[in-house]
Every structure is written in C-alpha cells, then in structure tokens.
C-alpha cells in the first residue's frame, strides 16, 4: 500500500477538485486566491462588465465544489507556506550549529567587515561593536542551542526515548484466558511465578 504524505495527499485532492472545475471557474479560483476580491477575480477571469462580474463571482461562491476547491487550495497554500517557514527555520539553525571562527577571517588573518561576513556567519553574529580602534568584536548565538534543536529535530535521541519507554511484553491471549478463568474459578488463590501464593 502506498504511503502519502500531507503535502502529497492535498496535492491529488486538490487536483480532483480541479477536474470538477469549468476553465472560468478555476480561473476565476485562482484569481480569487491571489486577491481576495471575488469582482475582480471574475473580471480578471471573465472579461465582462462589473455589474454582470458581481453577479457571477457571487454565484460562484454559492457552488459546491467551487467552496471545496477552494478550501482545498487555501489548505495545500498553507502547508505550502509552512514547509518554506520550517526550512528557513532549519537554514537559521544550520547556520548557528556549523559557523566556525574560520567564517570570520580572510586568507591574510584579518576579522572581515560584517558585510564581508559569508552569509552563514551573518546568521549567527547575535550582535557587534566597532571598537575605537577599529577593530570589531563580534557576540555569537549559542551553539549548543542550535545543535540541540537539529538533533531533536532529527531524532538524534530517539535512542533515549527508547530507554525510557516501558518495555511491552507480547502475552498470549489463550494464556490470558486460561489465567482468567483460573481466577474465576479460585477467586481468592493467586498464582505466584512457580504457581505459589
């Protein structure tokens, strides 16, 4: 059986509505997506005048699978933009986690300017000060923090996890029963390991 992912699966939802689309209405869907005003997602989509595009792009939001369209779209648009935040997230920690001293010099030895600074090094610059020297002094985010999070992130203690879980013992159910009806049997016996009280 194949597995789908969320992504995956709003993806061919999506697609299945789209099928139930005339070209206007996925038009007219669309355009309403990127505007939010249903008259000119109509006009747009149309080419007609703006008492009939009214008319029409009020009739539109009226139907059926023009709402579950919609909604479905509004849906995959959403994990869309999640998936772009959660990468910017992991690019921001990557940065912090695997800047080295070395991102801060050039080949002569010399600090290099914030804005010379590769862009890595940029991200985990938490602030500076140019001395009266001349000289800059650079404060870093913490490290651990970010090589934390992207082992958590990775499931790096999964390992740990697994320790502290309670181990699950696989018990045969005709035991099971056979130990109940013991029980009912001789409510008042209980059986010890070696079937002791």
């Known amino acids: ?5 969320p992504r995956q699966f709003d993806d061919v939802r999506v697609r299945r509505l789209q ?3 005339t070209p206007l209405e996925f038009k007219f869907c669309e355009n309403y997506l990127q505007s939010d005003n249903a008259l000119q997602a109509y ?8 008492n009939t595009a009214k008319r029409q792009a009020v009739a539109l939001l009226k139907r059926d699978h023009v709402i579950k ?4 779209r509004k849906h995959q648009i959403l994990i869309e933009v999640g998936e772009g935040i959660k990468e910017r997230v992991l690019k921001e920690e990557r940065a912090l986690a695997f800047a080295t001293v070395a991102d801060f010099f050039d080949s002569s030895g010399n600090v290099l300017k914030p804005h010379d600074l590769p862009e890595r090094a940029q991200r985990a610059v938490a602030s500076f000060k140019v001395l009266a020297s001349g000289d800059i002094e650079y404060k870093f985010y913490a490290k651990s923090g970010a090589l ?12 740990d996890n697994d320790q502290a879980r309670p181990i699950m013992l ?3 159910p005709r035991v099971d029963k056979k130990a109940a009806l013991a029980a009912k049997k001789h409510p008042k016996e ?5 079937g002791q009280e």
């Not at 059986?1 to 992912?5: D, L």
């Not at 006009?43 to 703006?50: E, N, W």
């Not at 934390?148 to 390992?159: D, F, N, P, T, V």
């Open 19 to 21: 099928d139930e689309l």
């Open 170 to 172: 696989a018990v045969d």
């Open 43 to 50: 006009k747009d989509a149309s080419g007609c005048k703006p």
């Open 1 to 5: 059986m194949a597995e789908f992912s």
């Open 148 to 159: 934390e999070r992207i082992s958590r992130h990775l499931g790096l203690y999964e390992k």
């Open 190 to 194: 209980k059986a010890g390991p070696s």
């Open 69 to 72: 369209y919609l909604k479905a």
